[in-house]
């Protein structure tokens, strides 16, 4: 029975692959490397990276941190050979690159100017004014 099931699994398997493979092949060549990453990685790794792009043979993908650059960088030669499963353009190299910080600044009320509201020297000038008329 479990040689059964195992069999079934297998042929679900290649049956799922082809699909995949015959899809991706109606892509332009060079879009195929792209577009496999997700099949080639897996639904965990394709959840937090991104295929940014394929040029001379290197797939550059981009990831969240440090961390998921070298731990995927030592499992990169699994899904190269599942890449090149995939591509009719081999691929040659996977490339890492950890994602661009968004740095937020946060300012309160009174630090940002206004529109039309000037700062400097004559604003300055204007509120020691204002400050001696009311003493």
Excluded: H
Aim: aromatic letters at 6%; glycine letters at 6%; hydrophobic letters at 40%.
């Amino acid at each position: 029975m479990a040689a059964c099931v195992g069999a079934r699994m297998d042929s679900a398997r290649s049956t799922l692959q082809k699909i995949v493979a015959d899809a991706l092949n109606r892509l332009p060549a060079e879009q195929v490397p792209v577009e496999a990453w997700q099949f080639a990685c897996g639904k965990q790794v394709a959840q937090r990276t991104r295929a940014m792009s394929f040029a001379g043979g290197v797939l550059r993908i981009e990831v969240p941190d440090a961390r998921w650059q070298d731990q995927l960088q030592d499992l990169s030669p699994g899904c190269l050979a599942k890449l090149n499963q995939y591509s009719r353009i081999r691929v040659e190299r996977i490339e890492f690159v950890v994602a661009a910080s968004t740095t937020v600044v946060k300012t309160t009320g009174n630090s940002a100017a206004k529109p039309g509201r000037r700062r400097g020297p004559a604003s300055a000038a204007k509120r020691e004014s204002k400050w001696r008329k009311q003493k």
